[in-house]
Structures are given as structure tokens and as C-alpha cells.
């Protein structure tokens, strides 16, 4: 079955640039049926949507942080990444990516285990 | 952005028990709903999409309905194994807007 998985540095200073990676196992990143996501959790509060991309590059980010993100795809790799510029402390959060099903149920079915962030110097 | 507002915020239960989540959106959503059921240091799992389907693999005694602006999500027959914080979230409308949460404890 498909598995997403996150990497990335897990400390990131402040003002800098916080880049994940979701690499993706048991399916294709190629698939037309599917958008690949980022969403992220503060610890102990709620879920924030960052984005989408979808394979052939198309984007669609959160009006609150399209500002500061970029997203990427590699398919001869097989993953997505997330880069985030100009890091604070609030953006201290869980990082998941997850499969967002656009042309089906119309929700992240599938989700990687998370990868928590720290921003501080 | 579509506001997602739950109730309640935390709810107490015993095994067996049925218990009723509420999540009200802020605009017509249709039936873009899905909720979702997180434990622990784990990440989401869809549990409904739609509003009422269920995710495959997921037991029978989870229950969605609603559509419009008013959605719930029911447990019937509490297993050990739900206690958990529940999320709803809307797919009508870029941004994905997620509801606060809301935190399921063993009475």
C-alpha cells in the first residue's frame, strides 16, 4: 500500500528556510487522481493545510503562508518537498505530508507519520 | 477562509457508550466534510469522507451525517481503542480548514 514518509532537519533557525521532503513508496507521485499535501500541527493544538501540489507542478497554497512557501515535485525520485522562508518560532509545528484525494473522496487519505520542526537558535 | 467550529471540545465516555461530535462550518459546504480520528504522537486517519462514507477499514460503528453547515459524527459501542481527539475538515473551498479538535477520554 502507499506510504509517505517525511525528512528533513529537525532544528531550523530562525529567519531561515525550512525544507522537508516526502518521499513516496507503494504508488506513484505521477498519479493523475491525487494531490500531494503539506499540513502542519502545533504540539497539543490543531491542523493547518500549508498546501498542495499536484504532479505536473501545479500548486495551491494557504493565502496565510503562500507568501513565504514553495512546493516542489520530483518524479524520477518519487517525492515532494516543502520549502518554508523566513522561519519563527510559530512555525514550530508537526510537519505531515499527505495524499489529498482531488478527483475521488476529497480528503488526505493517506498521511506520513509527521516530522516535528523546531525553530530556534 | 471557511471557519470549521466543533463541539465539544472534550467529552468524557465509558466503554460502550455512544457519544455525538458536532462541526458546524461557517458557509455552505455541501457534504465536503471528512473527519478524521488522531492519537497520540500519530498522525490523522481518515475515518469518513463525504460526510457519510466510510474509509475503507474502518469499523461499522462510526457514523457520519449531515450536510450544509451542520455535520455529525457518532460512536456507537465505545471500544478502548477510540478514545483519541477527532477532527472534521472541509473540502469545499481552498484553504482545507480543519476544526479545532475534539479530545475523546475515558470517564
Known amino acids: 500500500q502507499v506510504q509517505l514518509q517525511e525528512s528533513g532537519p529537525g532544528l531550523v533557525k530562525p529567519s531561515e528556510t525550512l525544507s522537508l521532503t516526502c518521499t513516496v513508496s507503494g504508488g506513484s507521485v505521477s498519479s493523475g487522481n491525487y494531490y500531494w499535501s503539506w499540513i502542519r500541527q502545533p504540539p497539543g493544538k490543531g491542523l493547518e493545510w500549508i498546501g498542495y501540489i499536484y504532479y505536473s507542478g501545479t500548486t495551491d497554497y494557504n493565502p496565510s503562508l503562500k507568501s513565504r512557501v514553495t512546493m516542489s515535485v520530483d518524479t524520477s525520485k518519487n517525492h515532494f518537498s516543502l520549502k518554508l522562508r523566513s522561519v519563527t518560532a510559530a512555525d514550530t509545528a508537526f510537519y505531515h505530508c499527505?495524499?489529498?484525494?482531488?478527483?475521488?473522496?476529497?480528503?488526505?487519505?493517506?498521511w506520513g507519520q509527521g516530522t516535528m520542526v523546531t525553530v530556534s537558535s | 477562509d471557511i471557519q470549521m467550529t466543533q463541539s465539544p471540545s472534550s467529552l468524557s465516555a465509558s466503554v460502550g457508550d455512544r457519544v455525538t461530535i458536532t462541526c458546524r462550518a461557517s458557509h455552505n459546504i455541501n457534504t465536503y466534510l471528512n473527519w478524521y480520528q488522531q492519537k497520540p504522537g500519530k498522525a490523522p486517519n481518515l475515518l469518513i469522507y463525504a460526510a457519510s462514507s466510510l474509509q475503507g477499514g474502518v469499523p461499522s460503528r462510526f457514523i457520519g451525517s449531515g450536510s450544509g453547515t451542520d455535520f455529525t459524527l457518532s460512536i456507537s459501542g465505545l471500544h478502548p481503542e477510540d478514545f483519541a481527539t477527532y477532527f472534521c475538515q472541509q473540502s469545499y473551498s481552498p484553504p482545507r480548514t480543519f476544526g479545532q479538535g475534539t479530545k475523546l477520554e475515558i470517564k
Open positions: 499527505a495524499r489529498y484525494g482531488g478527483h475521488e473522496n476529497y480528503a488526505f487519505d493517506i
